[in-house]
């Protein structure tokens, strides 16, 4: 069988394509107007990293916005509509049709947004497109039903990381709402000097759930309970889709960006190492690599790399291995590795790790 991620079932807030159209009477400040829109769900129930698009939900949003300067609006939007995630609408990889994991969920989100209209004189000279950015905070509110009834526990014997965070997941009540941070883009057209159609993409960061995994594999750590632990490790690092609120400085943003960061590389340090201890180097030596394309000055990854390949017989990549971590140190910080990495990549050590 083919090895299959040990992953849970994950929510991710959804995607959100709509259109808008409003009418803001002269001299006033103030926009209304109403959404069509389009919930798509992405996480674990889909192999697409834009997200499930056979599973697309309908809504009806509605929003009022205040005109702060030419260039930004302050804008609430209230939105209604449903968000469901299907595994077997795939069919490869071919374990997708026996973990057949599916849920659907009704979706009630406010949020308050800063829009920023990039060419606000687009629109002064008659019908015309211009071009928007917003970033926001807000509340979804979730009423989830899942459904694991045809899951075939038979094909999965072998992955028991998978029943354990499957047994996690089912032990915690279901979030009842999230909070999230919209980003979005969007393109207005000007039909009349009063009335205008808009076109947006919305993407909601959420991170609840990451920090539930995160907890609930401490604690499982904690009770020795290692395989339900690797499970909850997996499904955290599935969630994590690159640096929190990417693009964004203020000092708060660095902090959880930080944080999250850190979490990451650290669950992907406990995976590796214990991919190692079970003499899965192809494993080990992946999940490193992973880890040193963020942080490339990690000796410590390097050398489980190293040992890795070394394991798998492969002399010339622990050479290339620790050629490329020391130049990197002489280049960047004028030193040479440590004394211990340098045993890791002797002739003899490799010897004795095979």
């Known amino acids: 069988m083919k090895s299959l991620p040990a992953k849970t079932f994950l929510f991710v807030p959804p995607c959100l394509l709509g259109m808008t159209l409003y009418a803001q009477p002269d001299l006033s ?58 595994d077997s609408k795939y069919k490869t990889p071919s374990w997708r049709q026996q973990r057949n994991f599916k849920f659907k969920s009704s979706v009630t989100e406010i949020s308050e947004n800063i829009v920023w209209n990039i060419l606000p004189a687009a629109n002064k000279n008659g019908p015309g497109l211009s071009p928007y950015i917003s970033v926001g905070i807000g509340y979804t509110f979730l009423h989830i039903k899942r459904d694991y009834s045809n899951y075939n526990a038979a094909f999965f014997e072998e992955e028991p990381a998978l029943s354990s ?11 009842k709402g999230l909070l999230v941070f919209p980003v979005g883009f969007g393109l207005r057209h000007a039909l009349t000097d009063k009335i205008s159609l808009n076109a947006e ?3 909601r960061i959420d991170t609840d759930q990451f920090d539930r995994l995160i907890a ?31 693009g964004s400085y203020d000092d708060w943003v660095e902090d959880q960006r930080s944080y999250y960061r850190e979490q990451y590389l650290r669950m992907l340090g406990s995976l590796a190492a214990v991919a190692e201890e079970k003499r899965e180097f192809a494993r080990a030596m992946d999940l490193g690599q992973r880890i040193l394309r963020d942080d ?18 492969n002399r010339v ?13 002489q280049k960047e910080l004028g030193v040479e590795p440590a004394m211990q990495t340098q045993k890791e990549s002797s002739p003899s050590r490799r010897t004795r790790a095979r």
Request: with cysteine; hydrophobic share 35%.
């Open 317 to 329: 990549a622990v050479k290339e291995q620790y050629e490329a971590l020391r130049s990197l140190l």
């Open 216 to 246: 609930d594999g401490e604690a499982a750590r904690r009770e020795r309970d290692f395989d339900r632990c690797i499970g909850l490790y997996e499904a955290a690092i599935s969630l994590y889709r690159g640096e929190f609120m990417q």
């Open 29 to 86: 400040r103030i926009e209304l107007g109403v959404n069509a829109t389009t919930f798509i769900y992405q996480g674990d129930l889909t192999p697409s990293k834009l997200g499930s698009y056979k599973t697309i939900g309908l809504g009806l949003g509605i929003y009022g916005a205040y005109k702060l300067t030419n260039n930004f609006y302050l804008k609430t939007n209230i939105a209604f509509g449903g968000l469901k995630g299907d």
């Open 165 to 175: 965070g499957l047994s996690s997941d089912l032990s915690h009540p279901l979030p």
């Open 201 to 203: 993409f919305s993407y």
């Open 296 to 313: 490339p000055f990690r000796e410590d990854i390097h050398c489980l790399v190293m040992r890795a390949q070394a394991a798998l017989g």
